[in-house]
């Protein structure tokens, strides 16, 4: 089947450092704060990523101008950032479609807009298309 375990250990050590910086910073900030506070977090950590990494988009076969660009991508993990008072199902739609386009693994939607960090793991299946949500131990919970 598919092998979400396997991420489960930079998994819990990506949202540590989500949780170390919701904790330094507070909530309520600009997500673009929290995604450059992030990107120090993790390269303290030893955490190789990559900040607003452009996904390019096509149709037809054709490469469109227009892009989408993640907030973090950690190897095979999308990094979604949000600073909102609760999250919204168009909030995971946009991670769901950055897993959809890139094929990544495994996508993570962390949230500073609250009092206690919020955060939802979810696994991308490719061979049919679906986001599926995770528990703390990378066990299949659910589809989108």
């Known amino acids: 089947m598919h092998n979400f375990k396997n991420y ?3 998994v819990y050590r990506v949202i540590g450092a989500a949780m170390n910086v919701h904790t330094e910073m507070g909530n ?3 997500e673009p704060l929290y995604q450059e506070a992030l990107n120090v977090e993790l390269i303290d950590r030893g955490i190789f990523n990559e900040r607003e990494k452009e996904v390019k988009c096509y149709y037809k076969k054709h ?14 993990i999308i990094v979604e950032l949000k600073s909102v008072k609760e999250l919204l199902p ?9 897993m959809r386009l890139t094929k990544k693994t495994i996508g993570l939607l ?3 807009g609250k009092s206690s960090l919020q955060g939802e793991r ?3 299946i490719e061979e049919t298309n679906e986001c ?7 066990d299949f919970i659910g589809l989108d």
Do not use: P, S, W
């Not at 490469?63 to 095979?76: C, N, Q, R, V």
């Not at 168009?90 to 950055?98: D, G, I």
């Open 110 to 112: 962390i949230n500073f």
């Open 90 to 98: 168009e909030h995971r739609a946009q991670l769901f479609n950055y």
């Open 132 to 138: 599926v949500l995770l528990d703390k131990n990378m």
């Open 8 to 10: 489960k250990d930079i």
């Open 28 to 30: 309520g900030l600009l």
């Open 63 to 76: 490469l469109l101008e227009k892009t989408y660009k993640m907030d973090l991508l950690i190897g095979d």
């Open 122 to 124: 979810y696994g991308f």
